[in-house]
């Protein structure tokens, strides 16, 4: 079993900066890719950033120059170091990560799993 655990979140006012953490444990084989995705109230859960194991990384465009993705591939631990935080940046952010594990007879076997999400306010 795989299991992402978030933290990070919390209240801050427009233009200070928060860093999100995902650490993912458990049977793990590798991890291909992490990501953070957000979703607001009443709005679709959008693409923030990902990173492959490389460290290549895809951010979208509403947070680029002000959003930084990394891993820790030893800790099996994705960041998020947010700057310049707006309100709009305002929801709950989760954690997504993509790789495969052993299975109860060490199988390897694929996962994509979610973190049980960190909110996140901007206050103006």
């Known amino acids: 079993q795989v299991q992402l655990v978030e933290s990070g979140g919390g209240l801050v006012q427009a233009g200070e900066s928060l860093r999100l953490s995902c650490a993912a444990s458990?049977?793990?084989?590798?991890?291909?890719?992490m990501g953070w995705y957000r979703q607001a109230p009443g709005k679709q859960r959008e693409l923030v950033a990902t990173?492959?194991?490389?460290?290549?990384?895809n951010d979208a465009d509403s947070v680029k120059g002000r959003f930084t993705i990394s891993r820790d591939n030893a800790k099996n631990t994705v960041y998020l170091q947010m700057n310049s935080l707006k309100p709009e940046d305002t929801a709950v952010y989760y954690c997504?990560?993509?790789?495969?594990?052993?299975?109860?007879?060490?199988?390897?076997?694929?996962?994509?799993?979610w973190g049980q999400g960190t909110q996140v306010t901007v206050s103006s």
């Open positions: 997504n990560a993509e790789g495969t594990y052993y299975s109860r007879s060490y199988a390897r076997l694929p996962f994509d799993l």
């Open positions: 990173i492959i194991r490389v460290g290549s990384t």
């Open positions: 458990g049977s793990i084989f590798s991890i291909k890719a």
